[in-house]
């Protein structure tokens, strides 16, 4: 099997910085993308970044310029860097990562259990 495993989440007033970490472990043979999701109460889960394993990358709009995704290949953990965060950043953050588990060919989709953000204003 396969755990993702989120840390760093927390309380930080508007305009300050929090680094999530994303660290996924079991048999994984390769990992493709992976990706920061985030769900605020009442809204739908949303795409906050992506980074594919050769480290293209993706932002929502409503975090660019202010949040920087990274990954480590070798140690199969992503993080995120969240500087001038904005009261509307508060969430739920989810990690996501497509595996390719040993024995297996395609790829399959695996999530954190969430880590809360909350800005205060």
């Known amino acids: 099997q396969v755990q993702l495993v989120e840390s760093g989440g927390g309380l930080v007033q508007a305009g300050g910085s929090l680094r999530l970490s994303c660290a996924a472990s079991g048999s994984i043979k390769r990992i493709n993308a992976m990706a920061w999701y985030r769900q605020a109460p009442g809204k739908q889960r949303e795409l906050v970044a992506t980074i594919t394993s050769g480290g293209n990358i993706n932002y929502a709009d409503s975090v660019k310029g202010r949040f920087t995704i990274s990954r480590d290949n070798a140690k199969n953990t992503a993080d995120l860097q969240m500087n001038r965060l904005k009261p509307e950043d508060t969430a739920v953050y989810y990690c996501?990562?497509?595996?390719?588990?040993?024995?297996?060919?395609?790829?399959?989709?695996?999530w954190g259990q969430g880590t809360q953000v909350t800005v205060s204003s």
């Open positions: 996501n990562a497509g595996v390719v588990r040993y024995g297996f060919w395609a790829a399959q989709d695996y």
